[in-house]
């Protein structure tokens, strides 16, 4: 069973920071990342990471959110710092296989406010 597991989220006050951690298992991905979606919005694209190699990031995230990855653990991350009220919203793990197959993780919530 494919799984994707995301972690991390909460309360923070703007200007803050919070990391997101997501355990992907039950295939290999060959691309990872994390996407958004606030109250009515579309889902977003937020930072994604390619197994073999590069990130990709969109431009609210450049500068402020960082996405890595522990192979160990098999685990990726996103560090988001300097958090405005504007990245409040539900952050979600992705995850595309081999042959192009989309996953997708439950959501965490992120608000930020003071």
């Known amino acids: 069973q494919v799984q994707l597991v995301e972690s991390g989220g909460g309360l923070v006050q703007p200007g803050g920071s919070l990391t997101l951690s997501c355990a992907p298992s039950g295939s290999y991905f060959s691309i990872l990342g994390w996407f958004r979606q606030a109250p009515g919005q579309q889902r977003d694209f937020v930072a994604t990471?390619?197994?073999?190699?590069?990130?990709n990031y969109a431009d609210f995230a450049k500068g402020r959110f960082t996405i890595s990855r522990d192979s160990d653990k098999n685990a990726i991350f996103l560090r988001m710092t300097s958090l405005r009220p504007e990245d409040t919203g539900v952050y979600y793990c992705?995850?595309?296989?081999?042959?192009?197959?989309?996953?997708w993780g439950q959501g965490t919530q992120v608000t930020v406010s003071s």
């Open positions: 992705y995850g595309r296989n081999a042959v192009g197959t989309e996953y």
């Open positions: 990471l390619f197994i073999v190699g590069g990130t």
